[in-house]
């Protein structure tokens, strides 16, 4: 990155999101939106990814003018309807029975705000589809204690044992199911002027 380079800021405080933003190889600083992600009513899982993505870029971006912002939204979705983080080994244990031997859908919104605020946003939304094994409770009880997936959408972490639990996975990007779809970004980045090589 040569020294007229804009800054680039990760609208998270996600330690997934930054660990693959880090792959990249470009200085980032993180700056957490804390925004409301509630659904409002009847909002259809994917506008919720992409609406969350916008939003928490714009909130960053208003405390960093001149900086590239990148703003990542997942949304868990099992037979047409979205699933929250659990919060609870109770809710996880809930979400992952009711996935076994089926398959959800991981939708991955980014909105990337230029440096420049007239330009357009560069957005994108990526579709990971996992098939999972049949379950029992044992398997979903001891997943549960040795992964902690309490902060993912699904109650599954991919990037550890919860790739244990799946079938299949079918993605055009194996980083969007973690959260920030890196061959997406690392062209958006290099049409922003960041290239990564």
């Known amino acids: 990155m040569n020294e007229t380079a804009p800054s680039l800021i990760l609208a998270s405080g996600s330690a997934h999101r930054a660990r693959l933003l880090e792959r990249l ?5 993180q700056d ?4 409301d992600e509630s659904p409002v009513a009847g909002e259809e899982p994917a506008r919720l990814a992409v609406r969350l993505a916008r939003e928490k870029a714009s909130v960053v971006a208003a405390r960093h003018p001149g900086a590239i912002v990148i703003g990542s939204d997942q949304v868990a979705m099992r037979d047409g309807r979205a699933l929250g983080k659990p919060a609870s080994a109770e809710a996880a244990r809930e979400q992952l ?4 031997g089926k398959e959800m859908e991981f939708l991955t919104a980014v909105c990337v705000l230029p440096a420049d605020r007239e330009r ?3 957005e994108h939304m990526d579709i990971t589809r996992v098939v999972f094994r049949p379950l029992d409770h044992g398997m979903i009880g001891r997943y549960i204690s040795r992964d902690h997936p309490l902060d993912c959408a699904g109650s599954f972490r991919s990037e550890s044992l919860g790739i244990a639990l799946v079938e299949r996975i079918d993605s055009h990007d194996p980083t969007a199911l973690v959260g920030l779809p890196l061959i997406w970004l690392s062209g958006a980045l290099a049409r922003l002027g960041l290239p990564a090589l």
């Open 120 to 122: 357009e946003p560069e």
């Open 25 to 29: 190889g470009l200085p980032f600083s």
């Open 97 to 100: 029975a009711a996935s076994a």
């Open 32 to 35: 957490p939106p804390d925004i």
